[in-house]
């Protein structure tokens, strides 16, 4: 009896799956991504592997669970939600992409985003815990795992193009921005390295200037969220767009949630 080839753990192969992929954007051949994958992980995968995954006859989980990660506008969406409000939940074998928001288009545009990469039907907005408040909750270990991986090896799929880099940013602010009565704008979090990556593509891409970070919410004060306590774990940051440029900010990126939009169209009015 012939001994049968050992299987990859499923982690394994979608790690490979997606990496195949990235240095296939890069246009390099079958022999160079064969020997750049076994020369980072150790692994030797066959030619006629890599030639299904590129032409997507074959993926690790099947069609069902089909995730090509492309570069869109729509995953730089997603991955720039992500980066705030999103949330990813893993519940017995059950692999979730999460958004709650009290914005009913925010977490609609976020369901076509999701439905465009993984090519399938919108889904039923789900009422939240408080009554003002969407719930949207989506299925797809491949796609969980892709963004599970840390900011920079998402990068590549958004930032070398200008559509997409206005997607990324438009979806954390629909996070992570505010604007207030008086017209200004910011965005805040706890994370100053990603809001100064967020400075950094304003300024290369659109040329909209911003300051700060500035400290914001120290650490140990109280958070109200969704009608809920909480103590602040780290101090919460923010960047301001400048007012001069925020005719920019509004045609070059824009914002989905309608409320923010207003008042930021009523800021430029004045």
Known sequence: MLPTRKRRPLELQQTLYIEVLRLREKSLTYSRIIAEIELRHGVKVPKSSISDWVDSKHVPMGRTHTFRPTRSAELAYIVGVETGDGSLNFKRYNYR?????????????????????????????????????????????LLYKFLRRPLRDLKPWFEDDSECVSAFLRGFFDSEGCVSKEGA????????????????????????ATTGPRLGKKKGTLLIRRGRTYFRKSDCYSIYVRRTHLAKFYSKVGLTIRRKSLRLEQALSS
């Open 185 to 208: 704008l910011t965005a805040s979090n706890t994370n100053l390295d990603l809001l100064r990556y967020v400075q950094r593509l304003l300024l290369k891409h659109f040329g909209i």
């Open 97 to 141: 992409i999460r958004l709650k928001a009290i914005d009913k288009e925010f977490v609609m545009e976020f369901d076509r985003c999701l439905s465009s990469v993984l090519n399938i039907a919108r889904h039923r907005l789900w009422k939240g815990e408080r009554e003002n408040e969407f719930q949207l909750e989506v299925s797809s270990y």
